[in-house]
């Protein structure tokens, strides 16, 4: 049974930056493309950052474009989401999802596999 597992939100102030990381089981998990959701409170899930099973292409929501990087280590089996000079609209709740299908994928229904969540608090 493959997991998801996100950590590393918390509360902080606009400016700043966290990093979330995404630990996933399984050893065949590795070719799966990778990418992180967001939804705020009152508001559907939205796309964020896509990354490809080798970690060469990589595709962003504009509204976090600069500011934020996705990255992988296949031998961790761990993605992350480096989020720089973060405003109060970053904040809801961060999920990492895994996708087998090929392509960059930017829709909910591409993924197969979805973590638990990780809060992201930025205050003003």
């Known amino acids: 049974q493959v997991q998801l597992v996100e950590s590393g939100g918390g509360l902080v102030q606009a400016g700043g930056s966290l990093r979330l990381s995404c630990a996933a089981s399984g050893r065949t998990f590795t070719r799966y493309g990778k990418g992180w959701f967001r939804q705020a409170p009152g508001a559907e899930r939205e796309f964020v950052a896509f990354?490809?099973?080798?970690?060469?292409?990589?595709s962003y929501v504009d509204s976090v474009k600069g500011r934020f990087t996705i990255s992988r280590d296949n031998a961790k089996n761990t993605v992350y989401l480096q989020m720089n000079s973060l405003k109060p609209e970053d904040t809801a709740v961060y999920y990492c999802a895994a996708a087998s299908s090929f392509g960059i994928l930017r829709h909910r229904a591409e993924y197969d596999y979805w973590g638990q969540g990780t809060q992201v608090t930025v205050s003003s």
């Open positions: 990354i490809s099973w080798t970690g060469v292409t990589t």
